[in-house]
């Protein structure tokens, strides 16, 4: 690849599903002649494909993986695959104008679903030897479904960017029909390895097939560290995220379009904090790849060509400043035990349980006889570990109970007196604090209320932090 001050930029797939107004705004927009080029793009699979092919982000509806893998006969899985296919060609038909471009891909999605199905059911009649379980190979299964969605989208961009007269080149890093064995390093220089980025436009599939196998560690969150490793490795000027909506100060749904405001300029330290708030500005092991690599990231709005959006550096705040407020529903889990003083151990066992339930911690206090994790997980894989801890602790006291956790942030909050004017302002606006936390690097202050005043809790700390509005002295008593 012929390396030349590019960009790695990345789509998501709610922006793909407006693709066709990405090419007026992001791919082509004003450019023309060279200025089309020395951009790579690194795409997700079209809004809602992926649900199909794997399980609903949200609902966990089933797709073609999870009815695979719960399914007793085939119907299930075939009939969701058939279903992902119709997806795949009503998703293209939208977006391709020219018949012959929506012939090749049909055919495309055509090539791909028999293939996958052909794979699926051999695998299924291997298995039934048993000699071989069908266990050990789900998460190969999870990768092959997963690939498809995005090697779809980046097909269908780059025919569509070539009816418009850009030069855009289909790379496809997922893997498909090779049998050999590559890292994510050798699969990405494969891959770009005879482009040409001042003349070509490389459309990259947000899925890469390697040894590594990114499902099992980043799942969903694949395509983020493939962004990231391309913009590492071929050691890109910058990195841009394209969101549909600029980085703010607060979801202006809840505390005003008028009021909310576009970030700018923060640093990794705050993306880390957002993700650890469920908010992801990039995946946390994909900010680390870049910042590691020394390559700044921008988050823009795809929709907002003429912005610059925010950038994301290691440069510090040139004042003190809260960013942003944000928050996340949690359960608090609550170990209570007498003989905890001086008792070593406690603190592990409960680490332990919460890692093989798979539960994501968010933040914890401790006492001399209480330690309380602060986590974002379903009740029901928190009453697991409650379980858990019950037969491990007979005499200690157990309990969880959901609760809502709000965060000023900022690179520097150094003497803004964030936690006393959290407290004010939330006490301001009626919402019990039950309890709040500031560690000494002054980038969060973290409030723990209940359940239902996080958008109500949210509203009254963006509104005295972010926008400066004053807390009304409380009423002496007479």
Sequence with gaps: MTSTGHTVEKIGGTSMSRVRELVETLFIGDREGDALYNRIFVVSAFGGITNLLLEHKKSGTPGVYASFANDDDDHGWLDALTKVSHAMREAHGEILEHAGDRNMADEFVRERIEGAR?????LQRLCSYGHFRLADHMLVIRELLSGLGEAHSAFVTTLLLQRAGVDARFVDLSGWRDDTDH?????????????????????????????????????????????????????????????????????????????????????????????????????PKAAKTLRQAVVPLRVTNAFDPGDPGTLIDDQPADTPNVEIVTGLKIVALELFEQDM????????????????HNVWIVSKTSNANTITHYVHASLKSVRRVVKELEALYPSSEVSARTLSLVSPIGRDMTGLRVLSRGLAALEEAGIEVIAANQGPRAVDVQFIIGAKDIEAGITALHRVLIEGKAVDAPQKAA
Excluded: W
């Excluded at 799942?219 to 962004?227: H, I, K, L, M």
């Design 183 to 283: 890292t994510l390093q050798e699969r990405i220089a494969a891959g770009l390895s005879d482009v040409d980025l001042a003349t070509e436009l490389p459309i990259v599939t947000g899925y890469a097939q390697c040894t590594e196998g990114l499902m099992r560690e980043f799942d969903r969150g694949y395509s983020e560290v493939t962004f990231a490793n391309i913009a590492a490795q071929t050691q890109a000027a910058e990195a841009i995220i394209h969101k549909e909506f600029h980085l703010s100060s607060a979801d202006p749904k809840l505390v005003g379009e008028d009021a909310v405001r576009k970030i700018g300029h923060t640093n990794y330290d705050v993306a880390d904090q957002l993700s650890n708030l469920g908010m992801e500005a990039i995946h």
């Design 341 to 356: 003083v001086g008792v070593k151990g406690y603190d592990a066992a409960i680490l332990e349980a919460l890692k093989r």
């Design 118 to 122: 052909s794979c699926l059911f051999d």
